[in-house]
């Protein structure tokens, strides 16, 4: 059972390209922002979509993974544990942000990539 705590699994879009650093003691961190959608129809029958944009952070192996392969607009499924952590802004105010960092990370084909294969069959 202690593997199910803390753990969120997604399947989304990258709203950017991703963001790599080097820390001081030498580890390589990637940051990139995802969107998941999701959609219902209202009391009056109305289709509403909704969509709940994610900051993801990866670590040594996986940032060098999503550095090489992950672009704006990418579709990936991520799996990872939900972080909080706050800090202080230039004017003094504490800010809080909600994380996912990564266990694993499975790109996807987006639908740009499968017209190209629907294309090439032809």
Same mark, same amino acid.
């Given at each position: 059972?202690?593997?199910?705590?803390?753990?969120?699994?997604?399947?989304? $879009?990258?709203?950017? /390209?991703?963001?790599? #650093?080097?820390?001081?003691? @030498? =580890?390589? *961190?990637?940051?990139?922002?995802?969107?998941?959608?999701?959609?219902?129809?209202?009391?009056?029958?109305?289709?509403?979509?909704?969509?709940?944009?994610?900051?993801?952070?990866?670590? $040594?192996?996986?940032? /060098?993974?999503?550095? #090489?392969?992950?672009?704006? @607009? =990418?579709? *990936?499924?991520?799996?990872?544990?939900?972080?909080?952590?706050?800090?202080?802004?230039?004017?003094?105010?504490?800010?809080?942000?909600?994380?996912?960092?990564?266990?694993?990370?499975?790109?996807?084909?987006?639908?740009?990539?499968?017209?190209?294969?629907?294309? @090439?069959?032809?």
């Amino acid at each position: 059972m202690n593997s199910l705590k803390n753990r969120v699994t997604l399947i989304g $879009n990258l709203g950017q /390209d991703p963001e790599t #650093k080097t820390t001081e003691t @030498g =580890k390589k *961190v990637t940051r990139f922002t995802m969107a998941t959608n999701d959609g219902y129809k209202n009391a009056d029958g109305q289709k509403i979509s909704e969509t709940t944009w994610h900051n993801i952070v990866a670590w $040594n192996g996986l940032s /060098d993974i999503a550095e #090489k392969f992950l672009k704006k @607009g =990418k579709e *990936v499924a991520v799996e990872g544990r939900i972080v909080y952590r706050s800090y202080e802004d230039k004017k003094g105010a504490t800010k809080n942000i909600t994380e996912i960092v990564l266990n694993d990370l499975l790109l996807l084909r987006s639908g740009k990539d499968q017209a190209k294969d629907e294309e @090439g069959q032809s």
